[in-house]
């Protein structure tokens, strides 16, 4: 087994109504909080004055950010960083998705430095030793960011998106209420399967981790994953999975099925989001069955344990036209066409994976080298 350090300093508080206590849980760390969330949708759904009600109770003083992105702007977080700086914010509550809470925790950690977060950002050297407090109430749950140390920022002008980690990123509390999910669309809520999919699946396909309880548990974790898809497919008005989902979304993100993961095939999803702004679980039901198709030969009996176990079927080819038949009857499509683009640049999107010097994608599994992702990306096409 891979040698590891474990520890989630979240605390994790799920049930219903459990968002109404947010000032009782940040009373004894709290004093001027920045609320930090998305649209006006937490402010016409009641959210939000649940929220600063409770803080009022606590007499904890709060200011706003709001119009965080899908997929946050380092120019939102560098306004973030200013209000937290001037009014010596000492918390960050983000509400909302995963958006929502990697901008809160970019903030969280450039506020104690004096240069522009995206060098920060891209720059080891420039990190600073601490950030700070981020509390989340989770009203999408896909990304497991709440309990990570992960913040995924695009640079907007520079047409980049990057993962970043840190330790110091970690939020401290998380409040997980199902029922605050109720209003996910059909499709957001197809894609959020995918994504929370998808976290086991990086960690499965990364044979370095070498332990049988990890596989064990992601391989529970993704076919609890497509029972729950299955309930959305035959029942897509019904609320009966969302409970299991809010907590496969943190479970599957946050270590606790071991740490590493290969994610090569997010690192192409994520060109493919800042080149046609397709969603990030959207990209990645397109990317992972390529993937699979481009690799499986040569890791022919990993395969074959992962499709028999998750998907309940034999062979290779059959369980990759399962596993995308399942993302389209989700909702998640699995071929360019359905995103309506005219037409697909190949090269660009290689030249987007690999903008940072980077070799090859892929930690675990096999490395992906510019010449493999054309490949991939083309059996998507
Ligand atoms: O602005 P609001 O109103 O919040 O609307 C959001 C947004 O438009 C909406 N939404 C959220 N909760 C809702 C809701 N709409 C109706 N009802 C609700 N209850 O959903 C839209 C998308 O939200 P977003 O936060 O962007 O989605 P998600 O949670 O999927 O986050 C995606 C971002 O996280 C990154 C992705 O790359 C992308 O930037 N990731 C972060 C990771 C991490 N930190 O560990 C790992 C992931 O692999 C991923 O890369
Ligand atoms: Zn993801």
Same mark, same amino acid.
């Given at each position: 087994?891979?040698?590891?350090?474990?520890?989630?300093?979240?605390?994790?508080?799920?049930?219903?109504?459990?968002?109404?206590?947010?000032?009782?849980?940040?009373?004894?760390?709290? !004093?001027?909080?920045?609320?930090?969330?998305?649209?006006?949708?937490?402010?016409?759904?009641?959210?939000? *004055?649940?929220?600063?009600?409770?803080?009022?109770?606590?007499?904890?003083?709060?200011?706003? @950010?709001?119009?965080?992105?899908?997929?946050?702007?380092?120019?939102? &977080?560098?306004?973030?960083?200013?209000?937290?700086?001037?009014?010596?914010?000492?918390?960050?509550?983000?509400?909302?998705?995963?958006?929502?809470?990697?901008?809160?925790?970019?903030?969280?950690?450039?506020?104690?430095?004096?240069?522009? @977060?995206?060098?920060?950002?891209?720059?080891?050297?420039?990190?600073?030793?601490?950030?700070?407090?981020?509390?989340?109430?989770?009203?999408?749950?896909?990304?497991?960011? *709440?309990?990570?140390?992960?913040?995924?920022?695009?640079?907007?002008?520079?047409?980049?998106?990057?993962?970043?980690?840190?330790?110091?990123?970690?939020?401290?509390?998380?409040?997980?209420?199902?029922?605050?999910?109720?209003?996910?669309?059909?499709?957001?809520?197809?894609?959020?399967?995918?994504?929370?999919?998808?976290?086991?699946?990086?960690?499965?396909?990364?044979?370095?981790?070498?332990?049988? @309880?990890?596989?064990?548990?992601?391989?529970?974790?993704?076919?609890?994953?497509?029972?729950?898809?299955?309930?959305?497919?035959?029942?897509?008005?019904?609320?009966?999975?969302?409970?299991?989902?809010?907590?496969?979304?943190?479970?599957?993100?946050?270590?606790?099925?071991?740490?590493?993961?290969?994610?090569? &095939?997010?690192?192409?999803?994520?060109?493919?989001?800042?080149?046609?702004?397709?969603?990030?679980?959207?990209?990645?039901?397109?990317?992972?069955?390529?993937? &699979?198709?481009?690799?499986? !030969?040569?890791?022919?009996?990993?395969?074959? &344990?992962?499709?028999?176990?998750?998907?309940?079927?034999?062979?290779?080819?059959?369980?990759?036209?399962?596993?995308?038949?399942?993302?389209?009857?989700?909702?998640?499509?699995?071929?360019?066409?359905?995103?309506?683009?005219?037409?697909?640049?190949?090269?660009?999107?290689?030249?987007?994976?690999?903008?940072?010097?980077?070799?090859?994608?892929?930690?675990?599994?096999?490395?992906?080298?510019?010449?493999?992702?054309?490949?991939?990306? *083309?059996?998507? @096409?």
């Amino acid at each position: 087994m891979k040698t590891f350090d474990f520890s989630i300093p979240t605390k994790l508080v799920y049930g219903k109504d459990k968002h109404k206590l947010i000032g009782e849980y940040l009373k004894d760390s709290a !004093q001027h909080v920045l609320i930090h969330y998305g649209s006006s949708r937490i402010e016409n759904n009641g959210l939000l *004055e649940a929220v600063t009600q409770s803080l009022d109770a606590y007499h904890i003083s709060y200011c706003f @950010l709001g119009g965080v992105q899908a997929n946050p702007s380092v120019d939102l &977080c560098q306004t973030g960083i200013k209000i937290c700086q001037s009014e010596k914010v000492d918390t960050i509550l983000a509400i909302g998705g995963g958006s929502v809470i990697d901008s809160a925790k970019a903030i969280s950690i450039g506020r104690y430095s004096d240069e522009m @977060l995206w060098k920060v950002l891209n720059t080891p050297e420039l990190i600073p030793q601490k950030a700070m407090n981020i509390a989340a109430i989770v009203t999408l749950p896909a990304t497991g960011s *709440e309990a990570n140390d992960v913040a995924v920022i695009s640079n907007d002008t520079l047409q980049q998106k990057i993962a970043f980690s840190n330790p110091l990123l970690v939020p401290k509390l998380a409040i997980l209420n199902p029922e605050l999910t109720y209003t996910l669309s059909r499709y957001q809520t197809a894609i959020a399967m995918v994504d929370i999919f998808s976290h086991c699946f990086e960690r499965y396909f990364d044979l370095t981790r070498e332990s049988l @309880l990890w596989d064990a548990l992601c391989e529970a974790t993704m076919k609890t994953v497509v029972d729950l898809g299955n309930t959305f497919i035959n029942h897509p008005k019904s609320n009966d999975f969302r409970d299991d989902m809010m907590w496969s979304a943190t479970v599957a993100h946050s270590n606790m099925l071991g740490p590493g993961g290969d994610f090569a &095939c997010h690192q192409l999803a994520h060109a493919l989001t800042v080149q046609y702004g397709i969603p990030h679980g959207g990209a990645l039901a397109l990317i992972m069955p390529a993937w &699979c198709q481009y690799v499986y !030969q040569r890791h022919h009996d990993r395969f074959k &344990c992962f499709f028999k176990a998750v998907f309940k079927v034999n062979g290779v080819e059959e369980g990759i036209e399962t596993m995308k038949a399942f993302f389209e009857a989700l909702g998640a499509p699995t071929t360019f066409d359905r995103y309506h683009i005219a037409e697909i640049d190949i090269n660009e999107l290689v030249d987007k994976v690999y903008s940072k010097q980077v070799e090859y994608v892929g930690n675990g599994l096999e490395a992906i080298y510019p010449e493999d992702a054309v490949k991939i990306y *083309e059996l998507i @096409l």
